[in-house]
């Protein structure tokens, strides 16, 4: 499994991402799209995969019917007051806010194979921002661990993305195998909480986390989120929490108590790998049930391959 680097020793990207890491991927996310076309081999194409609705439109003005115009336009109120065809004119939005919802928390320090899970989703938000401010959205997020949550208001500006990117970073860098978890089980509830007050529509959130904590409470709040904004939720999961080997003694700690697992046990390695089924499931479901889009992203490779892969494009792994 990995193991966190002592802080002495040479800064490991597989362990911890730092800024410059961050802001490297740049380049990477530029052959990604988060816009409503999307490549015909998309997760975002297809007939159960909601499309990205896109930018909203701005009222410009009232006139006349003219030749050639979308009948759907015509503002049939306006026609009969005044007895002549009178159409709405939209221009669509120069560009719409994003938010993203960042999870650093002791939950996330975990990897048997290749990244930690902190990692994983810090490369992804990276790659992402990256991308939406290239296209012209403004770009925020909330990053949040045990027992803090950074905001930061969507903003059309580099020195904002580099803010965003430094936040993430620093919470990364804070996770530690002597770290505790002192946010509580009600942490994600509350991140999506303010996410519900931030974005009120037209948003595109944007969810990185493993979802542990989830409860009954979280799925009014991702279907709040769903109803008038554009809601990914990114999954970041371990290959070892699905199959547990038969012989893997795991010690777990929620910073205050401890307690050791023999997976030796087929009943306990059941019971494992079950909990950790049923919580994704659970948000699975209601994903499906608001349209919001589920992406699975693993430890076992780099963020920006499984990122081109999900959205279709060539490089990916």
């Given at each position: 499994?990995?193991?966190?680097?002592?802080?002495?020793?040479?800064?490991?990207?597989?362990?911890?991402?730092?800024?410059?890491?961050?802001?490297?991927?740049?380049?990477?996310?530029?052959?990604?799209?988060?816009?409503?076309?999307?490549?015909?081999?998309?997760?975002?194409?297809?007939?159960?995969?909601?499309?990205?609705?896109?930018?909203?439109?701005?009222?410009?003005?009232?006139?006349?019917?003219?030749?050639?115009?979308?009948?759907?336009?015509?503002?049939?109120?306006?026609?009969?007051?005044?007895?002549?065809?009178?159409?709405?004119?939209?221009?669509?939005?120069?560009?719409?806010?994003?938010?993203?919802?960042?999870?650093?928390?002791?939950?996330?320090?975990?990897?048997?194979?290749?990244?930690?899970?902190?990692?994983?989703?810090?490369?992804?938000?990276?790659?992402?921002?990256?991308?939406?401010?290239?296209?012209?959205?403004?770009?925020?997020?909330?990053?949040?661990?045990?027992?803090?949550?950074?905001?930061?208001?969507?903003?059309?500006?580099?020195?904002?993305?580099?803010?965003?990117?430094?936040?993430?970073?620093?919470?990364?860098?804070?996770?530690?195998?002597?770290?505790?978890?002192?946010?509580?089980?009600?942490?994600?509830?509350r991140v999506l909480q303010a996410a519900?007050?931030?974005?009120?529509?037209?948003?595109?959130?944007?969810?990185?986390?493993?979802?542990?904590?989830?409860?009954?409470?979280?799925?009014?709040?991702?279907?709040?989120?769903?109803?008038?904004?554009?809601?990914?939720?990114?999954?970041?999961?371990?290959?070892?929490?699905?199959?547990?080997?038969?012989?893997?003694?795991?010690?777990?700690?929620?910073?205050?108590?401890?307690?050791?697992?023999?997976?030796?046990?087929?009943?306990?390695?059941?019971?494992?790998?079950?909990?950790?089924?049923?919580?994704?499931?659970?948000?699975?479901?209601?994903?499906?049930?608001?349209?919001?889009?589920?992406?699975?992203?693993?430890?076992?490779?780099?963020?920006?391959?499984?990122?081109?892969?999900?959205?279709?494009?060539?490089?990916?792994?």
């Amino acid at each position: 499994m990995t193991q966190p680097a002592a802080s002495s020793a040479p800064h490991d990207p597989r362990v911890h991402a730092d800024l410059p890491q961050l802001r490297a991927l740049a380049q990477g996310a530029r052959h990604l799209s988060l816009l409503p076309r999307q490549p015909s081999h998309s997760v975002l194409n297809g007939r159960h995969a909601s499309k990205l609705r896109g930018r909203g439109l701005n009222f410009e003005e009232l006139r006349d019917y003219q030749t050639g115009d979308d009948i759907r336009s015509i503002d049939w109120k306006v026609t009969a007051r005044t007895g002549t065809p009178h159409v709405r004119v939209y221009t669509e939005e120069r560009d719409r806010p994003a938010l993203l919802l960042v999870d650093q928390r002791m939950s996330m320090f975990f990897g048997s194979r290749v990244y930690m899970k902190s990692v994983v989703a810090a490369e992804a938000a990276a790659i992402s921002a990256h991308r939406l401010l290239a296209q012209g959205d403004r770009v925020g997020g909330l990053v949040f661990g045990g027992d803090s949550i950074a905001e930061h208001r969507p903003v059309r500006s580099h020195a904002a993305l580099t803010r965003l990117l430094a936040s993430i970073a620093g919470a990364n860098a804070r996770l530690h195998a002597e770290a505790r978890d002192t946010g509580g089980q009600d942490t994600l509830n509350r991140v999506l909480q303010a996410a519900t007050r931030i974005a009120k529509t037209n948003y595109l959130v944007l969810v990185f986390s493993d979802f542990d904590g989830v409860t009954a409470d979280t799925e009014p709040l991702l279907r709040a989120l769903a109803m008038n904004n554009d809601l990914l939720l990114f999954s970041v999961s371990d290959p070892l929490a699905g199959t547990l080997p038969d012989r893997f003694r795991l010690t777990a700690s929620d910073g205050q108590l401890q307690a050791e697992f023999d997976s030796a046990q087929e009943r306990t390695r059941e019971r494992l790998s079950a909990a950790m089924r049923d919580r994704l499931r659970d948000v699975s479901d209601w994903a499906r049930r608001y349209g919001a889009p589920f992406l699975s992203l693993s430890t076992d490779a780099p963020a920006l391959g499984q990122m081109l892969q999900l959205f279709g494009h060539r490089g990916g792994r």
